[in-house]
């Protein structure tokens, strides 16, 4: 059963994750002035999710800990797939530029 509530928080940590990279996505390719704004966007989010998770977790059926942990490995591990497209991105409106 705790397992269950591992696997939701962990779907939802996966949501923060795309949502946090589709904003430095955003900044990357319209080279954002506020960066520090939308980096400080950023770690409210992840912040905001893992409150969340620890203060929902006792009106939950699920053990505090399990969620708390698929909470963070959600916003982590999807990282992994998400800064190697980042990456690619910013290579490729670089390479752009320089045709220009």
Do not use: H, W
């Amino acid at each position: 059963m705790n397992l269950l509530g591992l696997l939701i928080a962990f779907v939802f940590g996966g949501l923060i994750s795309f949502v946090n990279y589709k904003i430095s996505k955003f900044t990357l390719i319209n080279k954002e002035k506020n960066l520090f704004m939308f980096s400080m966007l950023r770690q409210v989010l992840n912040v905001g999710y893992l409150v969340l998770c620890y203060f929902v977790a006792p009106y939950t059926p699920f053990d505090g800990v399990y969620i708390l942990i698929g909470g963070a490995t959600g916003i982590t591990l999807p990282m992994i797939y998400f800064t190697p497209k980042l990456l690619k991105a910013s290579e490729d409106k670089t390479e752009r530029k320089e045709e220009l």
